[in-house]
């Protein structure tokens, strides 16, 4: 059984974990936490700072136990993620062997992704909710575990050009779709918000931004589009999770 970890329990209790969980947890605090070159996700950074992230661990992001520790992970977040803080977000962080990090292309990666949460919502045990829709291609559509939307983001060790998407290991963020309540273009706060990521975004990566960055609800948006960029501004022609998804009717 795995558990979900905070900041301040990782900074206090870090060396009880295998080597590889705590390099991962180090590399990504000096990431997120780098004041001379800022990360882009006000969000997520702040988040860090105010310890309202939970980080988990799991397994080679191709295996069983992945899965099965992620679908644990999620489970476990769903039931308490309103009580971290106004910037929440899951992020579980997968041991990610020689072999991937040294042959792996982003593609590759972004196959790894899909299968991620395409077998984790195969083993969700709560019924999709009825205010989401199933279909990937809807506007409103946005991955779903035990009743809760989330935003996911993956960051790999393949992306070279869009530095903001690199991390030294294969990782997933799970970012509750409640945090978005005030961060959308229906509110000042929330334009302005996006105006200033998007700025940021531009100076950390240094190209534009993906053109599949877009508002949730707007009529033109897939949310799948932006839950994996690679480092063109190609997409992939159909989303992965589309069969999966259709299932859980």
């Known amino acids: 059984m795995v558990h979900l970890k905070s900041k301040s329990w990782l900074d206090h209790n870090g060396k009880e974990l295998p080597d590889w969980q705590q390099d991962a947890f180090r590399k990504f605090g000096h990431m997120i936490a780098d004041d001379e070159r800022m990360y882009p996700c006000i969000p997520g950074r702040q988040g860090y700072l105010t310890d309202s992230l939970r980080f988990g661990f799991a397994a080679d992001p191709r295996s069983d136990k992945a899965i099965e520790e992620t679908a644990q992970l999620l489970h476990q977040y769903g039931e308490c993620s309103r009580d971290t803080g106004r910037?929440?977000?899951?992020?579980?962080?997968?041991?990610?062997?020689?072999?991937?990090?040294?042959?792996?292309?982003?593609?590759?990666?972004?196959?790894v992704f899909w299968s991620v949460l395409s077998r984790v919502s195969a083993k969700d045990p709560v019924p999709w909710p009825a205010h989401i829709p199933q279909d990937p291609s809807h506007?409103?559509?946005?991955?779903?575990?035990?009743?809760?939307?989330?935003?996911?983001?993956?960051?790999?060790?393949?992306?070279?050009?869009?530095?903001?998407?690199?991390?030294?290991?294969?990782?997933?963020?799970?970012?509750?779709?409640?945090?978005?309540?005030?961060?959308?273009d229906s509110t000042v706060f929330g334009r302005n918000m996006k105006s200033l990521i998007r700025q940021k975004l531009v100076e950390y990566d240094g190209v534009p931004a993906h053109p599949s960055l877009k508002w949730y609800g707007q009529t033109d948006n897939l949310e799948w589009e932006q839950y994996f960029l690679r480092d063109d501004e190609s997409v992939a022609p159909k989303c992965p999770f589309t069969s999966m998804a259709m299932k859980k009717k």
């Open 87 to 111: 910037y929440a977000s899951l992020v579980i962080f997968y041991e990610t062997p020689t072999d991937m990090t040294a042959t792996f292309s982003v593609e590759d990666y972004e196959q």
């Open 139 to 184: 506007h409103a559509w946005e991955f779903c575990y035990s009743g809760h939307p989330y935003f996911a983001f993956c960051g790999t060790p393949a992306h070279q050009v869009r530095r903001s998407r690199w991390t030294p290991y294969f990782l997933i963020t799970f970012q509750p779709r409640w945090v978005f309540e005030e961060i959308n």
